[in-house]
T-cell receptor, first 113, second 112 residues
Framework: KAGVTQTPRYLIKTRGQQVTLSCSPI?????VSWYQQTPGQGLQFLFEYFSETQRNKGNFPGRFSGRQFSNSRSEMNVSTLELGDSALYLC????????????FGSGTRLTVV | GENVEQHPSTLSVQEGDSAVIKCTYSDSASNYFPWYKQELGKGPQLIID?????GEKKDQRIAVTLNKTAKHFSLHITETQPEDSAVYFC???????????FGTGTRLQVFP
């Protein structure tokens, strides 16, 4: 079956702009989590959505937000982009009942100039 | 706060040798410990995981050990091959679908 699909793969934005990233989980997976990966801070948890509700949130400013749709697809939005937001944004899904934990997508590489 | 330390940051081995990566976690409530392999241009891929009620788990050339008392867990790769070259991340969470706290990663290079 298809894996976790993230679009777009690459994005270049200007400081101050906003951006929306998309994630389609594995079919049947209702939980979607987002992580930010940077060389300096490593992999950090942003938030998790399950059944269209945010269940958990990491330590990021309010400029980072997300949502989940009834088909479990999720989007994350970053407003008023800063240079430090340049990162690989990873989406991971799970069915919350499996013993296999999370499956990650290939990520969206965001560059803020 | 919650923290996972991972060592070493880089590891170079000859093909056929063993590789060991070690992690230490701070949250005593952690009971799920996955290991991920990340290749260039790809997302992390789960390669093995262990729960706190198990001390060791093996899957072919890969094994993970857990010492809950010391809050240590380790990844062991035997008979390394060039295709094992990647960045490996350990992680800890309170259950298998809770948020993951990742280590800082180990870049493993296996030389033919």
């Amino acid at each position: 079956k298809a894996g976790v699909t993230q679009t777009p793969r690459y994005l270049i934005k200007t400081r101050g702009q906003q951006v929306t990233l998309s994630c389609s989980p594995i079919s049947g997976h209702r939980s979607v989590s987002w992580y930010q990966q940077t060389p300096g801070q490593g992999l950090q948890f942003l938030f998790e959505y399950f059944s269209e509700t945010q269940r958990n949130k990491g330590n990021f400013p309010g400029r980072f937000s997300g949502r989940q749709f009834s088909n479990s697809r999720s989007e994350m939005n970053v407003s008023t982009l800063e240079l430090g937001d340049s990162a690989l944004y990873l989406c991971a899904s799970t069915d919350r009942g499996t013993t296999y934990g999370y499956t990650f997508g290939s990520g969206t590489r965001l560059t803020v100039v | 706060g919650e923290n996972v330390e991972q060592h070493p940051s880089t590891l170079s081995v000859q093909e056929g040798d063993s590789a060991v990566i070690k992690c230490t976690y701070s949250d005593s409530a952690s009971n799920y410990f996955p290991w991920y392999k990340q290749e260039l241009g790809k997302g992390p891929q789960l390669i093995i995981d262990i729960r706190s009620n198990v001390g060791e788990k093996k899957d072919q050339r890969i094994a993970v050990t857990l010492n809950k008392t010391a809050k240590h867990f380790s990844l062991h790769i035997t008979e390394t091959q060039p295709e094992d070259s990647a960045v490996y991340f350990c992680a800890a969470s309170r259950y298998n679908t809770d948020k993951l706290i990742f280590g800082t990663g180990t870049r493993l290079q296996v030389f033919p």
